[in-house]
């Protein structure tokens, strides 16, 4: 990541209010170091010279009024850059739990999910040393260095070359030292990722873990994980360390050459005592911003790091093309009875063919099974359907599918429950702006879930439901949204996989309720219940490999 990065502009607005904050603060501030400076000269010069103290009242008092300035000045920026980065955060988490509906499963499959997750959690926390320390500096060294620069040469031409001529050492290192440090960070936060998913995959499976007798290799594999990212942190540190003194030592041998020429011209009369003063003092604050950007970029390199994932989501979600939507049409009411269409639906994972040219027509207010074998590309043609992964061909809902969004017209519910932690009829209504406790209980009838209490409680991705009741509960939620919001189409994958043969009766009983009153079912499943129950079947063969 640059020391800037446009798309900061694009995807947090806040960083423009940011942006033109730390300029104007740092342009004050630049100017109160210049009269502080000056004022401060003065105020010696007088000293030397002898000057009473009553005389010098007036700039000893304005020396302390610039000072004071400087400092309230100094704590403005700091509170706007804390400020700023909460609100650049809270922006950018926001922008990416948003996107991640958008890329939808077909994107969110082939990637690490807990990576993902610290992405949006600790990485994006990190940006608060990217925010409040390392750009703040990078715009003061833009503002305040040229300006500091410039007053030297109008007060002493020589200086202010010398100034000039070494100035360019500091970024020249800072590039090579960055180069050096951005395979190691990078290494670091990786590393760092890998032991949030591996510490999760412990958890989630520990139960079984414990059955096979496995737990104890798994703590070996956490603690050798941990133990290289001890190791790339403290390579960072070794490295922030030594280019920090690197960095000190060049600023610090400019500021004395600079002091070196100041003295000798002093001493032989070739410079005012006040103008070798000012210069003095300001020559360090030539080099101070751009040596803190250098030794801030240390503190930043996480925040840097997270902003290219987060970044990189964001993109993959602005490549996705939403359609214009249309408001719902009230609860209950199909928006109109859509049939759906397919025509040589094609789907590439990694360059090999899943579903290869399928076509098939879905009649309109019907009970559809999608048939096939495990691995015959039912789920994928499901996918496609959502517009969860790419495809080519042509896809059509209804006579006016070019003119709204399909995910509008379509509930579904997939194989994985993806429930919430919460009760059985906050799920049910997950999304309603206005939850509706009587079409909660009518959708879990026809999700042959009369079983289930609303009220009971859920735990984090359905802990304390069984198997079965899980998925009735997400069918009850796909059918709730049909019921809420009228969408014609509801699409379901393997809904009964988990059930007894009496309830999956009841549940194609509702499934059934719901074609006969308008709605377009398509179900996928080879169970000889589901088949039966159906008004038409679509068979897919299985692939064969090569």
Request: proline share 5%; aromatic share 6%; net charge neutral.
């Amino acid at each position: 990541m640059r020391p800037f990065d446009s798309r900061l502009l694009r995807y947090a607005t806040a960083s423009r209010r940011f942006l033109a904050l730390s300029g104007a603060l740092g342009v004050l501030r630049t100017a109160a170091t210049i009269v502080f400076c000056w004022l401060l000269s003065r105020v010696l010069v007088d000293a030397i010279h002898g000057t009473p103290l009553h005389a010098a009242w007036g700039w000893i008092g304005a020396l302390a009024g610039v000072g004071i300035a400087r400092a309230a000045i100094v704590w403005l920026a700091d509170v706007g850059s804390m400020r700023g980065a909460a609100i650049v955060k809270s922006q950018l988490r926001r922008r990416v739990v948003s996107s991640l509906p958008r890329l939808g499963p077909g994107w969110l499959a082939p990637r690490n999910r807990v990576e993902i997750a610290t992405t949006a959690g600790l990485g994006l926390e990190a940006l608060d040393g990217y925010f409040s320390l390392f750009l703040p500096q990078v715009i003061l060294t833009a503002v305040a260095t040229p300006i500091v620069v410039a007053v030297m040469l109008l007060q002493d031409p020589t200086s202010g070359i010398a100034v000039a001529v070494t100035l360019p050492l500091i970024p020249v290192f800072m590039v090579l030292i960055g180069r050096a440090t951005q395979s190691v960070q990078r290494k670091q936060w990786r590393n760092l990722t890998l032991l949030s998913s591996r510490f999760l995959d412990v958890v989630n499976g520990l139960a079984t873990l414990k059955i096979f007798g496995r737990e104890h290799r798994q703590r070996s594999r956490i603690a050798a994980i941990t133990e290289q990212y001890r190791a790339e942190t403290m390579r960072v540190l070794r490295i922030s360390f030594l280019s920090g003194f690197a960095l000190e030592l060049i600023g610090s041998l400019s500021v004395a050459l600079v002091a070196v020429s100041v003295g000798l011209r002093l001493v032989n009369g070739d410079l005012g005592l006040g103008v070798g003063l000012f210069v003095l003092l300001l020559a360090p604050e030539a080099f101070l911003p751009i040596r803190q950007v250098g030794a801030n970029y240390h503190a930043a390199a996480d925040g840097i790091a997270a902003a290219e994932d987060v970044f990189a989501i964001l993109e993959a979600a602005d490549a996705v093309t939403v359609a214009e939507t249309d408001p719902p049409t009230g609860p209950d009411v199909p928006a109109a009875r859509a049939g759906i269409r397919l025509s040589d639906v094609t789907v590439d994972y990694n360059d090999e063919p899943v579903v290869h040219s399928f076509s098939a027509e879905i009649a309109s207010g019907s009970l559809t099974v999608l048939a096939g074998p495990s691995g015959s590309g039912k789920s994928t043609i499901i996918a496609a359907l959502l517009g969860f992964v790419p495809y080519t061909g042509s896809i059509e809902i209804g006579a006016d599918d070019a003119a709204r969004n399909r995910l509008d017209r379509i509930a579904w519910a997939g194989q994985g429950a993806g429930l919430l932690e919460g009760t059985i009829a906050s799920n049910v209504s997950l999304g309603a702006a206005h939850p509706d406790r009587a079409l909660v209980e009518r959708a879990l009838a026809l999700a042959a879930a009369t079983d289930l209490r609303p009220d009971s409680p859920v735990s984090v991705i359905g802990s304390g439901l069984s198997g079965g009741q899980a998925d009735r509960v997400a069918v009850a939620r796909a059918i709730y949204r049909c019921l809420d919001s009228g969408c014609p189409v509801l699409v379901l994958d393997e809904p009964s996989a988990a059930l007894d043969a009496r309830t999956e009766l009841a549940l194609l009983a509702g499934l059934r309720s719901l074609a006969d009153g308008g709605r377009t079912v398509l179900v996928a499943s080879h169970r000889p219940a589901v088949l039966a129950a159906a008004d038409s079947v679509i068979r897919m063969e299985a692939r064969v490999h090569a």
